[in-house]
């Protein structure tokens, strides 16, 4: 097979991200974006693209710490380079607090952040209703910059994007060899998956440039992340709600929650209100599928269900997902290789 | 009660409220004014960037110390407040680099979450071995001196546009108290060969990307001649220039370049930086703060001077104690007086 026809369809930041890996594994592949939505309409804009993971029950940990780990890395030398300020990387420390001592004191990604210590007395003052807390530094992706950066690099490879909804994977059939299904919560119509559900999340960005840390209830519902431009100001956790529309009793709450974590935001200004659907899972589903329709075969790679982690795990299940076109690709031109025979 | 206040930089304007929060209500006929040449934004406080953070080496002055943490303590107190904001008050964080292990600062208890920096951090700063890590404050003066001007407008604080010459101008005038925060200029009411300019040039930019402050030390430069990266609540403040006795306010190519240079190094993200402003300002160097009484005569008049300058590159970080000890000896003042009954100190 000279040149492999991959498409991958999704352009969050995992079907983007997952696309560029692949032109980085298989240079000969032609890699074809198809999306019903580019940034800025994406759930990946919506979100803060914090790297704190969220721990999936039905994953391994040392298998999400392999894919936080790679991310971290990835992130890290990209922040520390002249292209960061374009990619929207940078670094930012802050805070983690809780009202009840956390159940494990370490959390698994705790030596890959920098810094992770807990907090001294002094710094918990400033949060009078929380008693445990912990302090580190890692790092921020903001969107759109970082999915506009990935496209820019995207297209300096060659590979091509389209808007266009997929109804039904085998309609790709004819044109591609593979196809990467990174649809996030679009999963669910797409490939029918009943384990896949959404968990609402409605934020704020807002302009408060005097803050300079982040703050995080542990119980992840309250949280502080400050971007380039705007802070984002967080948020809800809603099983199984499909609203994409803002709810302005939840702003309200959302905005007095953050101010007494942190009361200087009474003074924030032009404040946005966000909605994205958490695509969530108990694991991400990150596999290989071989779909068969009267005598045709389609291979399929899987990677989508990243939940609240999807920024945390990115680069991580992107390279296992090119690993996995690979062994697609190779094993058609197994097949092929026989089928000449 | 006449007071006089010479100078309106952080030092002039924020003595000026504390003596009048302390004592007019102690001394119903206290009437206050404030004289100065420059006001917000054209004071040396303006163009700092407004980070708390001592020097180095507190040189055994364990005073300044006090006066430091009395500084970051109160300020830590307005930071839940509705007024930080308004004040340009809030938390930062942020880094300070060295090539060679150093002990740590006199003020690692007085801010938060003071650290040595792990080895993965320092991979970020080649050519630094050795760092901390802690979170500080930032007090930007574009702000915090209109507040101060404001609080001091409210209470009925005068305020003149004018260059004093003398203090006799000002006694002579009526005030029986004359405060002294003349800064860098200090020299021309009073010769002081202690007190020499330390020049600083910055180059302000934006780099929204930037939350942390990076403070690099080089030993044998001295201090501020290191390049350092300060991000403020609009712009990102670079510097390293600190020249002593060069008195030059006007801005300079070779230390533009050098600016530019040195911090692009450190943080190559700058590179994409947008340049909005420089500035170039005296720092008003000392060995130590000059903060004490003296009583000046000349010819008929006497007056009681305090003098309250010399804070050098540390303006910001020590201005609340030093006005708090300004306070203390307008006190003595008044009770020498007989002007207030102040409770008598406890034996």
């Known amino acids: 097979m000279a040149a492999p026809k991959v498409a991958v369809v999704g352009a969050g930041v995992i079907g983007l991200s997952t696309a560029l890996c692949i032109t980085e594994t298989c240079p000969s592949c032609s890699v074809t974006i198809l999306s019903d939505q580019f940034s800025p309409n994406t759930t990946s804009d919506v979100a803060a693209g914090m790297l704190i993971p969220h721990t999936y029950p039905g994953t391994p940990i040392h298998v999400q710490k392999q894919w936080f780990k790679e991310t971290f890395a990835y992130l890290f030398a990209i922040s520390n380079s002249a292209e960061a300020s374009e990619a929207g990387i940078h670094l930012v420390s802050g805070w983690q607090v809780f009202k009840n001592a956390p159940k494990e004191e370490l959390p698994f990604w705790s030596d890959v952040v920098l810094g992770f210590r807990l907090m001294s007395e002094a710094e918990l003052r400033k949060f009078p209703q929380h008693r445990f807390g912990q302090a580190f530094m890692t790092l921020k992706c903001d969107c759109p910059p970082y999915l506009l950066w990935l496209e820019k690099r995207l297209k300096a490879t060659g590979a091509q994007m389209y808007t266009r909804k997929v109804a039904d994977l085998w309609e790709l059939h004819s044109k591609y060899n593979v196809v990467v299904n990174c649809a996030g919560i679009g999963a669910q119509q797409l490939v029918g998956d009943k384990e896949l559900f959404p968990v609402r999340g409605q934020v704020l960005k807002v302009h408060a440039p005097w803050v300079k840390n982040f703050i995080r209830d542990g119980d992840g519902l309250t949280y502080i992340y400050p971007g380039i431009h705007r802070v984002t100001l967080g948020g809800t956790r809603e099983k199984e709600s499909w609203s994409l529309f803002p709810n302005p009793g939840t702003t309200k709450d959302i905005f007095d929650r953050c101010c007494s974590l942190e009361p200087s935001l009474r003074g924030a200004q032009d404040i946005k209100v966000k909605v994205g659907l958490r695509p969530s899972r108990r694991c991400v589903r990150l596999q290989r599928e071989v779909l068969s329709q009267g005598g045709l075969k389609l291979p399929v790679v899987h990677n989508y269900g990243h939940g609240a982690g999807g920024f945390s795990m990115h680069r991580g299940t992107a390279k296992e997902a090119a690993r996995l076109v690979g062994e697609c690709i190779a094993a058609l031109q197994g097949s092929l290789s026989r089928a000449k025979l | ?347």
């Open chain 2, 1 to 347: 009660m006449r007071v006089a206040i010479i100078g309106a930089g952080v030092i002039g304007l924020s003595t000026a409220l504390c003596i009048h929060e302390q004592y007019h209500s102690l001394v119903p006929s206290l009437e206050m004014e404030v004289y100065a040449d420059r006001y917000t934004p054209r004071t040396t406080s303006d163009g700092a960037a407004g980070l708390w953070q001592p020097y180095l080496s507190d040189h055994g002055n364990l005073q300044e110390t006090l006066w430091n943490k009395e500084t970051f303590d109160y300020l830590l107190g307005h930071l839940g407040s509705p007024a930080a904001k308004e004040m340009g008050l809030f938390l930062i964080s942020g880094y300070n680099l060295f090539t060679q292990p150093v002990p740590d600062p006199s003020w690692r208890n007085i801010v938060l979450g003071f650290r040595n920096l792990t080895p993965k951090e320092l991979e970020l700063f080649p050519g630094y071995s050795y760092g901390w890590f802690n979170t500080a404050l930032m007090l930007e003066c574009r702000s915090y001196l209109p507040w101060l001007t404001n609080r001091l407008t409210q209470r009925g604080v005068k305020f003149f546009h004018k260059k004093v010459e003398s203090f006799q101008e000002v006694s002579g005038d009526g005030a029986d108290v004359v405060i002294n925060c003349t800064g860098v200029r200090a020299g021309e009411l009073q010769p002081d060969p202690e007190l020499q300019p330390g020049r600083g040039q910055v180059i302000k930019v934006l780099a929204p990307w930037v939350k942390h402050f990076i403070i690099t030390h080089d030993i044998e430069s001295g201090i501020y001649n290191s390049p350092y990266v300060i991000p403020g609540s609009e712009f990102t403040v670079l510097g390293g220039i600190y020249q002593h006795g060069n008195w030059n306010e006007e801005n300079s190519a070779q230390d533009h370049k050098t600016i530019w240079e040195n911090c692009c190094r450190l943080l190559p993200a700058l590179q994409n930086a947008k340049i909005v402003e420089e500035w170039s300002g005296l720092r008003p160097a000392r060995p130590w703060v000059r903060l004490e009484r003296e009583t000046v005569r000349h010819g008929q008049f006497q007056a009681e001077v305090i003098h309250n300058y010399g804070h050098g590159g540390f303006g910001i970080t020590i201005h609340w104690g030093c006005a708090m000890a300004a306070a203390r000896l307008f006190g003595s003042i008044l009770q020498e007086k007989k002007l207030a009954s102040l409770p008598q100190p406890r034996l």
